[in-house]
């Protein structure tokens, strides 16, 4: 068991939720692109803060959710931002991208591991909420410094803080989970702001 651990898994996972939440009901591709992506998310660190507990029979459903939180939640949240600032996404397509989301992660997690995978499609989801939030400065400033702050959260703590070790007394995986509940917090409203 590691108490600070299920702790900040459970802040990440009740955060996300619901912000997951706030979207139930809306029938907007980002809307029901944040909701998916934060949902996974959720789902993920929720059963994370099991795991940490110290209850450890729903292991591989927590892996497979961490996995699927990279590879698919993330980018859903990217698919969002691009809806707004590069091209409308119709239904057919947003399904389909979640398709073929779903088939690369099993095939990168399972088939033919490549650990860096889910690195490079959250980078990706997070360059393009980044520049996306940009473009939208100044007409949706909030909505924009929302979705930078948000952006610039998860590249550090996925590229800078990470998992592993700890700072001073404070262990990296529990920054780590609190700077993205804060970015999924962020890039929440901003994609409600911008809904």
Do not use: W
């Amino acid at each position: 068991m590691v108490l600070s651990t299920f702790v900040s898994d459970l802040f990440l996972s009740l955060v996300s939720l619901y912000v997951a939440f706030r979207f139930v009901g809306k029938s907007a591709i980002p809307a029901r692109s944040a909701l998916y992506g934060f949902a996974i998310i959720g789902i993920s660190a929720g059963l994370g803060s099991i795991h940490f507990l110290g209850f450890h029979s729903l292991d591989d459903i927590y892996r497979f959710f961490v996995g699927l939180s990279g590879c698919l939640g993330v980018p859903l949240l990217g698919l969002a931002y691009f809806h707004f600032s590069f091209r409308s996404i119709s239904e057919k397509t947003f399904f389909l991208f979640i398709a073929i989301l779903f088939v690369l992660y099993l095939l990168f997690s399972y088939l033919f591991p490549l650990p860096i995978y889910s690195t490079i499609v959250g980078g990706i989801a997070m360059v393009i909420v980044l520049v996306s939030s940009i473009i939208r400065f100044p007409k949706h400033a909030n909505a924009a410094i929302l979705g930078i702050v948000g952006a610039v959260l998860f590249i550090v703590a996925g590229l800078v803080i990470g998992t592993k070790g700890s700072t001073g007394p404070i262990l990296n995986v529990d920054i780590f989970h609190i700077l993205l509940a804060i970015a999924n917090y962020c890039i929440g409203q901003g994609i409600s702001k911008l809904s």
